[in-house]
């Protein structure tokens, strides 16, 4: 069932990008109207690691990666600063979280949060970041 319904779900995304086009995605907007907690900062060698593995990705990835923490492929009218959730405005947050072999990040959509784990490198979360945009967000924590 949880195969079943992550194919639906991706092919659901793909419908909408196919009828409605690629967004561009601003990156620095992105990065400027994100929020960070449970112990990150923008400082922090995690955080900045990210932004240079987004900032790597292609524009379709850019959309798997909204896709992923937020549930929408689009931004919102006006950028990342509008950026909703389910109790009205919410900015994407990153929350920090402890690393074991092999954990992907995870994703809350309803409040917009990517829980991406403290990695010990670039690569490592470049890797783990790419594995959970391509095989979806449903029905795991381990790959």
Request: hydrophobic share 40%; charged share 15%.
């Amino acid at each position: 069932m949880d195969v079943l319904y992550l194919t639906m779900h991706s092919e659901e995304a793909l419908q909408e990008l196919l009828l409605s086009g690629m967004p561009e995605i601003d990156v620095e907007d992105w990065c400027t109207n994100t929020e960070y907690t449970s112990g990150y900062d923008p400082e922090d060698p995690v955080i900045q690691w990210f932004w240079e593995v987004v900032r790597s990705l292609t524009q379709e990835e850019h959309v798997l990666l909204l896709q992923f923490v937020t549930g929408s492929s689009r931004v919102p009218h006006g950028g990342f600063a509008y950026l909703m959730g389910g109790s009205g405005l919410q900015k994407f947050t990153i929350a920090a979280v402890p690393y074991t072999s092999n954990l992907l990040p995870t994703s809350s959509t309803c409040i917009n949060m990517l829980k991406l784990p403290e990695y010990p490198g670039q690569e490592v979360l470049r890797d783990r970041l790419l594995v959970a945009l391509h095989c979806g967000s449903y029905g795991y924590t381990m790959a």
